[in-house]
C-alpha cells in the first residue's frame, strides 16, 4: 500500500474508524483544493479494501463567481470516482468575515454529517498547516495551549447538541509530499488566488517567512510538529488533574467554593476560571481571566462576602446582562436582562400547576413537568438528591390544593428538610449562599405562601417521602424538549465546566483559509483569540491579547 494512503489509513485506526472490519461511514469538506482532493482520492481508494462511505460535501459562501468555477472539478472528480458529492446551499445571512463564515460552514457540514448518520467529518489539514498555525500563535501571542496548534480529533456538537467528531488523517504529511501524490495521479484540482493574497497574515507567513526560516533551521518543521505532540502530552496530564479540582469546586448546581478556589496556585486558577468562561460560551481575553481570578480572590472587590462582577456579553445572548455573582463564599454565573437589573419589572405571575403535565413559567423562560408515578414507574426509579433539579416527591396531603410556579413572595415561609418549624424563605436563601441577585429570580414550587421545592437548593418537609414517592417534578428550561433520565441513570453527579464542547468551533478551527476547512488552512486560533482583523471584507477590529496558558 503507498505511504500516503497507509498514513491515512492508520490515522483514521487511531480515531476509531475502519477497526476490525466495522462499516465507517465519513463526510469530508471538499473544495476541489490539492489538499482535499488527495484525501478524497486516498478515500476512494482505501474504499476498495475497506468497508467505507465517502460523501464529499461542498460549501460555496457566495464571495466570488456564480456558479464557482471549481464546481465543475468537483462532478467529474466525484463521478469518476463514484463518490456522493453534497452542495451545501449557500446561507445568505452569514457574516461576510473569515470568522463568521467559518463558523457557519462547520456547522452546516456537522449538521450534514449527524443527518445523514456519518461517523466524522474529515478535513484535510496537514503538516504545514500546522506549522503555520504555531508560528502565527507565537508571533501573536499564545501560551500552552496554544502550542498545541491544530488537534487532531475535535468532538463538536451541531446545532441540535448531537456530537460529531472532525478528524485530521493528514496532520502527519507534508504539503510537498500532497503535491507529488496529485501530480502522480494526474488529479485534478482548483487553485484558490486566495491563497497567495498577501493581505492575509497566514499567507504572508507561508509565503515570505517560513522559507526564511527554513533556510537558517533546515529542521525547523520537525521541531515545531514534535513541540505540538510533546505539549499535546503534557496537557493531557494537566487535563486530568483539573477534572478532580474541578470536581472538588463545583457543586451540582454550578457553584464554585470561592475558599477552595483561593487555596489553588495562581496557574490553576486561571485555568479553572478560563474553562469555566468557555463553558459560558465566552472567548475570555487574558486581562478578562485576569480580572475575574483577582475579584474571586479578593484583589479587586470591595466587599468581601458580597459582589457582582461584569462579564462580557455573548455574542448569542445580545438581550442578557450576565454577572458573576459572589455570596458567603460562593459564585456563581447568573443571567439578568436589562430592565430587570434596573428594577423596572414586576414579578411574573404566578402560574398553576398542570398536576398531569407541564407548567411554564414565561417570563423566566422555565417549566416544570409534573408525573404521576405509576406502580411500574416505582419499581425502576433511582432517587435523585433534593437539591437538584429532578426529585420525588410525596404530594399526597396537597392532593386536589392549588400548587403555583412562580417567584419569591413577601411572607413566603418554608421547613426545610430536617427542620420541625417553618423559617422565612429569605433566611433559607441566604443560608444556602444565594445572593440578593439571584433570589427574585428563583423558581419555586408553593402552595400558598406555604413553599414546597426550590429546584436546585432543596425541598420542604411537607414532601418529603414517607412511604413512596406520589410525583417526580423536573424543572427544565421552556424550550428544552428533551427526556429526563432519572428513570433510567444514576444520580445527577456534579456540574463542571467541559473542556471540549460547541466553543471549540470557535477557538480551535479558526482562520483556515479554505472555504470548506482543508486547503493550505492555517489553523491560528489559541487559547484566548478573538476574531482575526485580517479578513478582507467586513473585519471588525480588534485589540489582540496576550496569552499565559
Known amino acids: 500500500m503507498p505511504m500516503m494512503q497507509e498514513t491515512v489509513l492508520q490515522n483514521l485506526k487511531a480515531q476509531g474508524l475502519l477497526v476490525e472490519g466495522r462499516p465507517a461511514h465519513v463526510v469530508l469538506g471538499y473544495s476541489g483544493g490539492v489538499d482535499s482532493a488527495v484525501l478524497l482520492h486516498v478515500l476512494a481508494q482505501l474504499r476498495q479494501h475497506h468497508p467505507l462511505t465517502v460523501t464529499a460535501a461542498y ?21 469518476e470516482l463514484k463518490i456522493q458529492l453534497v452542495l451545501i446551499p449557500t446561507v445568505l445571512s452569514a457574516p461576510k468575515t473569515e470568522h463568521g463564515a467559518r463558523q457557519v460552514r462547520y456547522r452546516l457540514l456537522t449538521e450534514l454529517a449527524h443527518e445523514i448518520g456519518a461517523h466524522a467529518l474529515l478535513t484535510a489539514h496537514h503538516a504545514d498547516d500546522q506549522v503555520e498555525t504555531i508560528l502565527f500563535r507565537m508571533f501573536r501571542g499564545t501560551g500552552t495551549d496554544g502550542l498545541v496548534g491544530i488537534k487532531r480529533k475535535l468532538v463538536l456538537n451541531e446545532s441540535e447538541g448531537k456530537p ?38 497566514r499567507n504572508v507567513i507561508r509565503e515570505e517567512i517560513l522559507p526564511q526560516i527554513d533556510r537558517r533551521f533546515p529542521n525547523a518543521r520537525t521541531s515545531m510538529l514534535k513541540l505540538s505532540e510533546l505539549v499535546s502530552s503534557d496537557l493531557d496530564l494537566l487535563n486530568d488533574r483539573l477534572e478532580n479540582i474541578w470536581q472538588r469546586l463545583f457543586d451540582t448546581d454550578g457553584g464554585l467554593d470561592v475558599l477552595g478556589f483561593g487555596q489553588l496556585p495562581r496557574s490553576y486558577q486561571r485555568r479553572v476560571m478560563k474553562h469555566w468562561l468557555q463553558s459560558l460560551q465566552l472567548d475570555p481575553s487574558f486581562q478578562t481571566v485576569e480580572d475575574t481570578v483577582d475579584f474571586l480572590t479578593g484583589g479587586n472587590r470591595k466587599h468581601p462576602d458580597t459582589a457582582l462582577l461584569s462579564l462580557p456579553q455573548n455574542p448569542k445572548q445580545t438581550d442578557k446582562n450576565r454577572f458573576i455573582s459572589l455570596y458567603k463564599n460562593r459564585a456563581k454565573v447568573i443571567e439578568v436582562k436589562p430592565d430587570v437589573l434596573a428594577g423596572k419589572t414586576e414579578p411574573p405571575a404566578p402560574m398553576l400547576m398542570d398536576w398531569e403535565g407541564t407548567t411554564v413559567l414565561p417570563d423566566l423562560n422555565v417549566k416544570i413537568k409534573c408525573v404521576k408515578l ?68 428563583l423558581p419555586l414550587l408553593a402552595n400558598g405562601q406555604n413553599v414546597l421545592w426550590v429546584p436546585g437548593l432543596g425541598l420542604s418537609e411537607d414532601v418529603r417521602i414517607l412511604d413512596k414517592p406520589t410525583h417526580r417534578l423536573v424543572l427544565k428550561a421552556a424550550d428544552d424538549d428533551s427526556d429526563t433520565i432519572a428513570d433510567t441513570e444514576d444520580a445527577p453527579k456534579v456540574v463542571v465546566p467541559a473542556l471540549v464542547g460547541t466553543d471549540e468551533l470557535e477557538t480551535d478551527l479558526e482562520n483556515t483559509d479554505d472555504k470548506n476547512g482543508d486547503e493550505d488552512g492555517v489553523d491560528i486560533s489559541a487559547s484566548y483569540d478573538e476574531p482575526d482583523s485580517d479578513d478582507v471584507e467586513g473585519s471588525e477590529s480588534h485589540e489582540d491579547s496576550t496569552e499565559l496558558f
Open 164 to 201: 460529531v467528531s472532525i478528524l485530521r488523517p493528514m496532520l502527519d504529511i507534508s504539503r510537498s509530499d500532497i503535491a507529488t501524490y496529485a501530480k502522480h495521479h494526474n488529479l485534478l484540482v482548483f487553485k484558490d488566488p486566495a491563497n497567495r493574497d498577501a493581505r492575509f497574515l
Open 59 to 79: 460549501y460555496n459562501h457566495g464571495w466570488r463567481d456564480n456558479p464557482p468555477e471549481e464546481l465543475a472539478i468537483l462532478h467529474k472528480t466525484c463521478l
Open 374 to 441: 405509576t406502580p411500574e414507574q416505582l419499581k425502576k426509579i433511582k432517587m435523585t438528591k433534593p437539591d437538584s433539579h429532578e426529585v420525588y416527591v410525596d404530594l399526597s396531603m396537597f392532593n386536589g390544593l392549588p400548587l403555583h410556579l412562580r417567584t419569591r413572595q413577601s411572607g413566603d415561609r418554608m421547613i426545610p428538610l430536617g427542620m420541625n418549624t417553618p423559617v422565612r424563605l429569605k433566611n433559607v436563601l441566604m443560608n444556602k449562599g444565594v445572593s440578593r441577585f439571584e433570589r427574585d429570580q
